[in-house]
């Protein structure tokens, strides 16, 4: 016998094929609404190998399908089983399916990519889309220069699911800065369901946990250097510790963070290169980014999206040295922001000079703040994602919802 349940169920689903950028945009946006909602429940389907290193607030869980990663030669391999891929990719599109049949949202909102890696969440769309459960296609603020997105979406057949299946795209960020979809011919169905939330303002969190013991000893001001997840980040890295052993007196030490995704080999060679450097501290990983933002003089990131509001949140003088390969998603948003006077970019020109990056870490404290320049609506993307999924939620539901829902 079934008892007709109370509290609503959002569910997010973020790929999660490389980095940490979907799990940490997704994470933010669930512990958010179930703050500003008590009766609010949220499920996150994710591909992250490290989903479980992470704190999460009560009523937020998850489920963990299995890993694949994306090779440089732009396939995809199963990440801990060896087993082929499309057996990989058919386990998780039927994990997504079955747990949403039986989470039954309320909404749900994809992370990105339209249908999924590989289609994999286009049954899940489908048959939720026949219950009546509005369905949301979230966006970071860019995807690509306009010149790869749109054979990325025709391959992909990205842009007959947003028109067909979706009920709202929520871009998580100011067209101020760049409009994600440039260069993709929408029709007027598609561009009426965009909206801009803003950016997601991150705070630090109120657990107390211990200090990461490779970062102890920097009780002075210090600079943050994070290549986000790390996957890629071994150019960046290199460079500021090739600045600070070229620059012994530098006057700010560093606190580096490789990101979990860094190749072992990577992380070996720069772990001794900065055991030697009496004015820098390294770690392979922490999970309270947030922290480490708060209390740092200054930030050295390549600037993906949840750096980026990281920089933006904590009000943070930032160093952004974006990558350009396999997206120009981060240098698009460095330069942008460059321009609206928010952060200072440095471009990678295969060089890597010390002495170049040494003055501009020395320069990093002289920098204005981003707050010294105005924008409104900057960092409203939480309180707006509140609000856009409160009205879902009330919304008027169709009776196949009413049906799936007294199971």
């Not at 286009?122 to 939720?128: D, P």
Request: aromatic residues 6%.
């Amino acid at each position: 016998m079934s008892t007709r349940r109370s509290g609503a169920r959002v569910m997010f689903y973020c790929h999660d094929t490389f980095g940490l950028g979907h799990l940490r945009r997704v994470r933010a946006l669930a512990h958010s609404l179930v703050d500003g909602n008590k009766d609010l429940s949220v499920m996150i389907l994710s591909g992250s190998p490290i989903i479980g290193s992470f704190d999460f607030r009560a009523r937020v869980d998850f489920v963990r399908i299995p890993g694949v990663i994306k090779l440089r030669n732009g396939e995809y391999t199963s990440l801990n089983l060896h087993i082929d891929i499309d057996e990989t990719l058919a386990m998780r599109a039927s994990i997504i399916r079955h747990t949403a049949d039986i989470f039954d949202p309320d909404l749900f909102i994809v992370d990105k990519e339209p249908l999924g890696l590989r289609g994999e969440v286009k049954n899940t769309l489908v048959m939720l889309k026949r219950r009546g459960t509005p369905l949301v296609l979230g966006l970071r603020d860019v995807m690509d220069e306009p010149a790869q997105l749109a054979p990325e979406w025709e391959r992909k057949k990205a842009l007959p699911a947003v028109r067909d299946l979706y009920d709202a795209i929520w871009v998580y960020g100011l067209p101020q800065l760049w409009d994600p979809l440039e260069g993709l011919d929408l029709p007027a169905s598609v561009t009426r369901k965009l909206t801009y939330t803003g950016y997601l303002q991150r705070s630090v969190p109120n657990t107390l946990m211990p200090r990461n013991p490779d970062l102890q000893g920097l009780d002075q001001p210090y600079l943050l250097v994070t290549p986000g997840g790390g996957g890629d980040g071994e150019a960046m890295v290199d460079w500021v510790l090739s600045a600070y052993e070229s620059d012994p007196g530098a006057p700010h030490p560093a606190m580096v963070v490789l990101g979990p995704f860094m190749a072992p080999e990577h992380q070996a060679e720069f772990l001794r290169r900065a055991h030697r450097l009496p004015n820098v501290r390294m770690t392979t990983f922490d999970a309270r980014m947030e922290s480490l933002m708060a209390g740092a003089l200054g930030v050295v990131a390549m600037g993906g999206y949840n750096t980026f509001c990281e920089i933006l949140s904590f009000d943070k003088r930032a160093l952004i040295v974006p990558r350009t390969q396999p997206r120009q998603e981060q240098h698009i948003r460095a330069s942008r922001a460059q321009e609206m006077g928010l952060v200072r970019m440095l471009e990678n020109d295969g060089k890597r000079e010390p002495r170049v990056m040494a003055t501009a870490l020395r320069q990093l404290p002289q920098q204005n703040l981003p707050s010294e320049v105005v924008v409104p609506g900057l960092l409203d993307g939480l309180e707006n994602v509140d609000r856009l999924v409160n009205q879902m939620l009330t919304r008027p539901v169709a009776q196949p919802r009413l049906a799936a829902r007294g199971r």
